[in-house]
C-alpha cells in the first residue's frame, strides 16, 4: 500500500462511519467469506463449529481449519464479531422499546374506553341504588388501575419489565353485570 493510500485510507475511517464487521480494506473475498460465516455462527461460535456447519468432508475441515484459524488472527475475527454481537442486540433492544411503547398506547388507549363507559354509567345512575360497597370496589378499582397505567407508563419510559406475578390481578373488575345495556 503507498503512502497516498494509506493517507486516503485513516481519512476515510475518519470521515465515514464503519463498522469493525464489514470486509476491511485488506482483507481477501475469501477471508471476508469465511468471517461472515464465522460472525453468523452466534453466541457459541469457534472456528470448528462454523466450518462444521459448512463442510461435511473431514480432511477439506482439516485443511481449512488451519487456514480460517489464520484469518481469523490476522483480520480479528473475535473481536469484529463481538462488535456485530453488541449491534445486533441494540437492534433488538431498539425493536422492544418501540414494541413495549405500542403495547402501552394500546393499554391506555383501553383504559381510557373503559373509564368513559364508567363514567357513562355513574353519570347515569341512581347515587341511592349504589351501596357502599360498590362504591368502595369501583374507587379502589379505579385507584389500582391508574397506578399500573402510570407505573406501566414510567417503567416504558425506561426500559424496565412490568411483569406482574400471577397473585396480582390486574383490572379485574368484578361488577360486569352492572354496565349491561350500556
Partial sequence: M?????TINEARKEILPFESWERLTDEPSAAFAAFC?????GIERN?????ESKEKDE???EKRYRVWRNYAAKYRWS???ADYDR???GLKQTELRKTIEAQGEKHRAVTGK???VVKQKLDTMNPADLTQGTVTEWV???????REAWQSADADCIGVSTSRNSANKQGEFNFVSDFQGL
Fill in 2 to 6: 503507498t503512502d497516498d493510500e494509506r
Fill in 37 to 41: 460465516t464465522f460472525r453468523d455462527f
Fill in 47 to 51: 472456528i470448528r463449529k462454523a466450518i
Fill in 59 to 61: 480432511t477439506v475441515r
Fill in 79 to 81: 473481536e469484529r464479531a
Fill in 87 to 89: 449491534y445486533i442486540e
Fill in 114 to 116: 373503559m373509564l368513559d
Fill in 140 to 146: 379502589q378499582t379505579a385507584i389500582k388501575a391508574e
